[in-house]
């Protein structure tokens, strides 16, 4: 496996924090209701330069936390993905309309999320603004909050629909520009201790980061159940965290910025199974 240990002096204050121990991903399979098997681990795409190989974040998680993503009777976010279905189905906004009076049902949304972000129209566009946009033009309704548990419970529901699907996001095209953008944010220094989400997902992914084990920052299971948090958490909201942790001054959920961050981060695990909802600590 190529992936850089060293840590540059700018990001020093991590050495504080990353203890030398290593604890590699586990060799656990995720079998989802004894009959889904995830892609957990597979060859990393072309356009990544550092790392040979891809993991689930499922495979940094503890056997208890792990446990509880492998059958939906455990799995704490199907609460709000049955809300979800209520949701889907009550007439909301000036419109008289509900999600189910121009779809079917939300199987009509499988393969969506494996596919998202995409370029619609020259904008780039995630889950949660077609959703707005669905509930602003179509239903003439109020749009949802970013990371309230309507919304992600709603990307939750959509991106189950999707679950056991290898991620596979375009990145060319009328995409690039976006993509290297996001790329360019990933690699990015910020805040006061000088981190970039490279450094603790690219370079130390496998060490301890004080009681966590580093992942590669995954998002192929968001929104994901966090138990910390003891709710469904959007992308964007984890994004925030992570810069926030480094002492710096944040993009806002719903910022181009960090619509370009999802796609480049997405596209990192093109090719492991889209897991929507997953659990994590």
């Known amino acids: 496996m190529k992936k850089a240990i060293a840590i540059s002096s700018g990001a020093a204050a991590l050495c504080l924090m990353v203890t030398p121990l290593l604890a590699e991903p586990d060799d656990d399979s995720l079998v989802i209701n004894e009959e889904l098997q995830m892609v957990t681990e597979t060859e990393a795409p072309d356009h990544l330069e550092y790392v040979n190989t891809i993991y689930s974040g499922w495979r940094f998680r503890t056997d208890e936390t792990q446990a509880l993503q492998l059958d939906d009777f455990d799995n704490p976010a199907m609460l709000t993905v049955d809300a979800a279905i209520d949701a889907f189905n009550t007439v909301d906004g000036s419109e008289g309309k509900s999600c189910a ?28 603004d077609l959703l707005n946009n669905h509930r602003a033009k179509a239903m003439g309704a109020e749009p949802w909050k970013w990371s309230g548990q309507e919304m992600q419970g709603m990307v939750a529901l959509i991106g189950l629909q999707s679950r056991g699907m290898p991620v596979d996001v375009a990145i060319d095209g009328e995409a690039a520009p976006f993509w290297e953008k996001g790329k360019e944010i990933y690699y ?44 469904l958490i959007s992308k964007h909201n984890r994004f925030r965290g992570c810069i926030r942790d480094t002492r710096a001054e944040t993009f806002a959920e719903g910022s181009d910025e960090f619509r370009a961050l999802e796609l480049y981060v997405q596209s990192r695990g093109n090719g492991l199974s889209v897991e929507t909802p997953a659990v994590r600590q």
């Open 101 to 128: 009076s121009c779809h079917a049902g939300p199987e009509d949304f499988a393969g969506l999320t494996a596919s998202m972000p995409k370029v619609i129209d020259g904008k780039l566009v995630v889950m949660e």
């Open 188 to 231: 990015t220094r910020y805040g006061q201790l000088e981190l970039s989400c490279a450094n603790c997902h690219e370079d130390n992914y496998g060490n301890m980061i004080r009681a966590d084990h580093l992942s590669q920052g995954q998002i192929n299971g968001f929104p994901t159940y966090r138990l910390k948090q003891a709710k």
